[in-house]
């Protein structure tokens, strides 16, 4: 039985994504166009492609929520389960007049709770995402997919002051570059994947009744505070055994995102007569965000996520000038080869290990 309300957070997320503008786009007639991407991005990267190349698929926010909510189960239900396992490990003594069912009521009450927060993220993020290459890292049999979201490609294009079918081609690229990365490096679906269940397999979760209850101390507090400020809440829910597992993760995604923006600009100029207008007026929309979105960001970790684009983007900006982009290729060769944090601010010590020459 699921311990988590999935229904809930379906409802809360489409609650909270609203619709955004009705707009059309026909995925299929763009496929040729996809194929096309697909062999350019290959050649440009050496990277294999993949036996056949996901269709594209326009989708509107509460599709895109259903499709990440599947993707997220395994993951959350996993954790939901270390939750409930952990509480049966301690159990609090429950003071005197509470009810014998308490236990059951607060593991509905939990589902309840992990649904709506669940939902609720979905839906913040289902409004500003663009396209995605959906791929669930647990559940290796489920095909991946390549999701292009409509009604924000229509309303960023607007916002963007651009021709929403450029945008829609360059967003293509980008996506498609995240297909033939997990084609051409077979071995990083599963990296990815042992890393997320070793940080799940340490990961401290347990809320028993006397915690709850437990005031916390002024130094718990100054520095729950501190990191809040900082931005780490991820560090507080993990704990610091676990932050340096969530740094290497982290390195990773900036080598895939950034990847993708580098490819992005190194195909799209071959394609796309307004690049450097596109670039800069993309730049400009993830940074439009306003206020409480920031907010909302900063406590999920998900400005993280911008991070990955710049800092990633210029590390293989910088291994393709120095040495081209044959040199970045050995990125995708093996785990070992992946750059460390401290790499992705040196390039030039990156090259020099895995011998580029």
């Not at 996809?34 to 062999?39: L, N, T």
């Not at 995240?178 to 490096?185: K, P, T, Y």
């Not at 347990?206 to 130094?219: F, H, N, T």
Request: with cysteine; charged share 25%; net charge negative.
């Amino acid at each position: 039985m699921d311990r988590i309300d999935w229904t809930l957070a379906q409802r809360v997320g489409e609650l909270i994504a609203g619709t955004g503008p009705a707009e059309r786009i026909f995925a299929e007639a763009a496929q040729p166009l996809a194929e096309d991407f697909a062999k350019r991005v290959s050649e440009y990267t050496g990277l294999a492609l993949p036996m056949e190349l996901p269709p594209l698929e326009a989708v509107d926010r509460p599709e895109w929520i259903a499709a990440n909510l599947s993707s997220m189960r395994p993951l959350m239900e996993k954790v939901a389960e270390r939750m409930q396992h952990n509480s049966r490990k301690a159990p609090a003594k429950l003071p005197q007049g509470w009810a014998l069912g308490l236990p059951e009521a607060m593991r509905v009450a939990s589902g309840l709770m992990l649904g709506a927060q669940v939902g609720a993220m979905a839906g913040l993020l289902s409004q500003r995402v663009l396209g995605q290459y959906e791929l669930e890292l647990l559940e290796p049999s489920t095909s991946p997919r390549l999701l292009l979201v409509a009604p924000n490609l229509a309303q960023a294009a607007q916002r963007m002051q651009v021709q929403r079918d450029e945008l829609l081609n360059w967003v293509t690229i980008h996506e498609i570059t995240h297909a033939i990365q997990f084609s051409g490096a077979p071995w990083l679906r599963g990296h990815l994947a042992a890393m997320i269940e070793e940080l799940l397999d340490g990961l401290d979760v347990s809320v028993s009744l006397r915690q709850m209850l437990r005031l916390p101390s002024a130094g718990e507090v100054r520095e729950l505070a501190d990191l809040l400020r900082r931005g780490e809440v991820l560090r507080v829910a993990l704990g610091r055994d676990r932050w340096l597992l969530l740094e290497r993760m982290q390195a990773t995604m900036s080598l895939i995102e950034g990847h993708a923006e580098h490819v992005m600009d190194a195909v799209g100029a071959e394609v796309l007569p307004s690049l450097t207008r596109l670039r800069g007026a993309l730049q400009g929309y993830r940074e439009s965000a306003g206020l409480p979105w920031r907010i909302v960001a900063r406590l999920l970790g998900l400005d993280m996520k911008m991070r990955q684009y710049d800092v990633g983007k210029r590390f293989c900006d910088e291994v393709v000038a120095q040495a081209g982009p044959q040199a970045l290729s050995r990125a995708w060769a093996s785990p070992e080869n992946l750059p460390t944090a401290a790499e992705f601010e040196a390039p030039h010590a990156w090259l020099e290990r895995v011998g580029h020459n």
